[in-house]
């Protein structure tokens, strides 16, 4: 039901949680896979453990993604996986920081939009993230960005029709971005974890399944799919 043999997929941020479980799952589909980051180290570490290939790219750099583009055959998914760095509340964070932050996740996923080459019949799929629905007062950009991934992709399943363009939003999942998290809002996360109706954190994997749920069904473009153990009913 779920086979995407014979299929090409790029997944950029695929070197660590979420986008490495996309690449997995994209992968045990039958997909043929690349990851896409900006750390070397990161690229070799994941291509090596997945057994897939991986490129160094930075999304944040129109020419780099551009040029990418143009030097590969086009491909039939493409997951958008890339973390935006600072979060905060608003008078605590720098101009600089926010605008850095809006470059990396929702910037990275427009310009590949714009740049990417695509099958007819193929998806590309972003990653928003729950603050995007349900707002946190320490992560109110993230929360912007995440809706504005959303806003883009019912935007872009009109104007890059027959391509499918669709969104997941996770809840709290178990990445490295958990060791960035200072005491208190690691703190903070325990307790939402636990007023989770799922009552645990979520895995790349759950992700990775959603995202290749995603890519197969020929009949979704333009949604958000929340596999968020919960978060917005909680
Ligand atoms: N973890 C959660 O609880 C959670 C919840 C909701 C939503 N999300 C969202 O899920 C996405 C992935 O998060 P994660 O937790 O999996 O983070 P992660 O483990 O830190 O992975 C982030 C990936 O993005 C890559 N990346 C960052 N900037 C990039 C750039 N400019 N170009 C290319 N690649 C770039 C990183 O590799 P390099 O450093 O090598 O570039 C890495 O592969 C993020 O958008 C996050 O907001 C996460």
Do not use: Y
Not at 74 to 100: C, F, L, Q, Y
Not at 126 to 149: C, E, H, T, W, Y
Not at 193 to 204: C, K, Q, S, T
């Amino acid at each position: 039901m779920f086979s995407l043999q014979g299929d090409r997929v790029l997944v950029v941020g695929g070197t660590s949680g979420i986008g490495l479980g996309a690449a997995q799952a994209m992968k045990a589909a039958g997909a043929a896979v690349t990851v896409a980051s900006r750390s070397a180290e990161k690229v070799a570490a994941a291509a090596a453990s997945a057994g897939v290939e991986g490129v160094v790219l930075d999304a944040g750099n129109d020419g780099a993604v551009e040029a990418f583009f143009a030097s590969r055959a086009p491909w039939n998914h493409v997951v958008v996986s890339v973390t935006a760095a600072h979060k905060g509340r608003i008078r605590e964070m720098a101009m600089d920081d926010a605008m850095a932050s809006m470059n990396q996740k929702f910037w990275s996923a427009f310009r590949i939009a714009r740049s990417g080459k695509f099958a007819p019949d193929g998806s590309l799929i972003f990653v928003s993230g729950q603050v995007g629905k349900r707002p946190r007062i320490d992560a109110i950009l993230q929360g912007a960005i995440n809706a504005g991934l959303e806003g883009l992709a019912r935007g872009l399943a009109l104007d890059l029709s027959p391509l499918r363009v669709n969104v997941v939003s996770p809840g709290p999942v178990d990445t490295p971005q958990l060791a960035t998290l200072s005491a208190a809002q690691r703190e903070a996360l325990e307790s939402a974890i636990e007023r989770l109706p799922v009552r645990r954190i979520g895995a790349p994997a759950d992700i990775g399944e959603a995202i290749v749920f995603l890519a197969c069904n020929r009949f979704m473009t333009g949604a958000t799919l929340r596999v968020d153990g919960g978060s917005t009913v909680a």
